[in-house]
């Protein structure tokens, strides 16, 4: 995984969502709709210098997982035994074998920039990611399939957003909510389809602000939304 196919999946994302091709950059996109997501940050293998990633916000000495099960074919990681007489040996001893390993995964493939990831696929700065697919930008998500800027939600597909949310599709900006399918800014709110800006809602379509619309006038204004809420 790697910024080109990070784009790929975010323009996915959105032309789904929006129906248009999708005009940000995956930075834009970062900075304007992630922003408040707790992603990975950068910072260097102790051991090798190079550039990795990590969920932690104390890394003291890091390593990346490739580094350490390299490390652990040369000798297991296990050190010849030397004189303990003090705390201060104790510690010293624990300091040249502690490091914070970086870039965890289980059973996944095609990660980048991302920690703490399980049996997952295409993932591209993300962290505390279980059972997904295609995610870019995303925090503590589950069985969640071309996904962005989410946090704690699940069991989602094409969407951008979610917060808390679960069993959303083709929907932005979803909070609290349950059941969204092709809305934008739903709080809230249960089995709604095709609704915007609503909060405390259930069973409706239609819907903008908690008022009923014609089917009609009701796209009218979505594409009026679609256009300012993915303007570049």
Not at 19 to 27: H, I, T, V, W
Not at 82 to 94: Q, T
Not at 130 to 149: D, G, H, L, M
Request: hydrophobic share 40%.
């Amino acid at each position: 995984m790697d910024e080109q196919k990070a784009q790929v999946v975010l323009d996915k994302i959105i032309g789904q969502v929006a129906g248009f091709k999708n005009p940000l950059k995956l930075e834009q996109f970062l900075q304007k709709y992630a922003y408040d997501v707790t992603l990975p940050v950068a910072v260097h293998d102790a051991t090798t210098g190079e550039l990795t990633w990590t969920q932690s916000i104390n890394a003291g000495k890091c390593m990346t997982l490739k580094n350490i099960m390299a490390r652990a074919k040369v000798d297991d990681w296990i050190l010849p035994a030397r004189p303990i007489n003090s705390i201060d040996d104790i510690l010293k001893a624990w300091n040249a074998i502690n490091y914070l390993t970086t870039e965890r995964q289980v059973d996944s493939l095609d990660i980048a920039q991302s920690d703490n990831v399980y049996f997952s696929e295409k993932v591209f700065r993300s962290q505390d990611v279980t059972r997904c697919k295609n995610v870019v930008f995303c925090e503590s998500i589950n069985n969640c399939e071309y996904v962005a800027a989410s946090q704690r939600s699940g069991d989602s597909s094409y969407c951008a957003r979610l917060e808390d949310s679960t069993k959303c599709s083709g929907s932005f900006g979803v909070v609290w909510s349950s059941g969204a399918v092709n809305c934008l800014f739903v709080q809230d709110s249960s089995n709604m389809y095709e609704c915007m800006f609503c909060s405390k809602l259930k069973d409706k379509k239609f819907c903008i602000a908690n008022m009923q619309f014609e089917e009609a006038e009701y796209y009218r204004l979505k594409a009026m939304v679609l256009s300012w809420l993915f303007s570049s």
